[in-house]
C-alpha cells in the first residue's frame, strides 16, 4: 500500500522524469512539506508532467504513467485513491485516453460519470427511486451511440446528463 506520506517518494521512484517537476524553483515549498497532501502533490508534480504527455501523446510513457496511476487506485491508501479520482477524473480529461487507462481508473471514471445525488442534507435521503443499475447501463448505452469514452467531450457530457436526468425523474440542481 502507498500511504499519503510515502506518494511523493514513491512517484519519483516510479517516474525518475517527475524530478525536474518536483525540484523546480516553480514548485511551492508547501507541496514538499509535511504532512504531505495527496491532493498537492499530484495536482503540482504529476498533473503537469500527464499534461505534458497528452498533448504530444508519447503512447508508451502514457501506458506506463497510466498503470501506475492504476496501481494506486487499487493499492494507494484512501487519502491517496481519493484525491487521484479528484485530480486525474475531475481535474483533467482523461477520456481520449480511455484506452491506456487500467481496469480501477475506468471503473471510477464511470462511477464518478454515473453519480447523482442522494442526499438532500445529512439526514434526508432523494432520488430513492432511481434505479442505480438501470440508469448505469442507460449512461453505457448513451455512450457506446457516440462511439466509446475516448469520443465523449464535455457537451456529449451534459447532454447526456441532463436527457437521462429527466428521464429518471432525477432531482438535482444541475438540470
Not at 506518494?7 to 518536483?22: A, D, K, M, V
Not at 525540484?23 to 498533473?47: C, G, I, Q, T
Not at 505534458?52 to 487519502?79: C, H, I, K, V, W
Request: aromatic fraction near 10%; glycine fraction near 6%; proline fraction near 5%.
Amino acid at each position: 500500500m502507498v500511504t499519503e506520506e510515502q506518494l511523493p517518494g514513491w512517484l519519483l521512484e516510479q517516474i525518475p522524469e517527475l524530478r525536474e517537476i518536483y525540484d523546480s524553483p516553480d514548485l511551492p515549498e508547501w507541496v514538499k512539506e509535511s504532512p504531505v497532501s495527496a491532493y498537492s502533490v499530484f495536482n503540482h508534480v504529476l498533473r503537469p508532467y500527464l499534461a505534458g504527455l497528452m498533448q504530444e501523446p508519447r503512447q508508451s510513457e502514457l501506458r506506463r504513467a497510466f498503470g501506475l496511476l492504476d496501481y494506486l487506485a487499487n493499492n494507494g491508501d484512501t487519502s491517496v485513491q481519493n484525491e487521484l479520482r479528484v485530480v486525474t477524473e475531475e481535474d483533467m480529461r482523461l477520456r481520449p485516453f480511455w484506452d491506456l487507462l487500467g481496469e480501477k481508473m475506468r471503473q471510477n471514471h464511470i462511477d464518478d460519470l454515473t453519480w447523482f445525488p442522494e442526499w438532500r442534507d445529512r439526514q434526508t435521503r432523494m432520488n430513492t427511486h432511481v434505479d442505480k443499475t438501470r440508469y448505469r447501463q442507460r449512461w453505457l448505452e448513451e455512450v457506446e451511440r457516440i462511439g466509446g469514452f475516448q469520443n465523449m467531450t464535455d457537451e456529449h457530457h451534459v447532454s447526456i446528463r441532463n436527457r437521462l436526468g429527466r428521464e429518471f425523474g432525477i432531482e438535482a440542481a444541475y438540470l
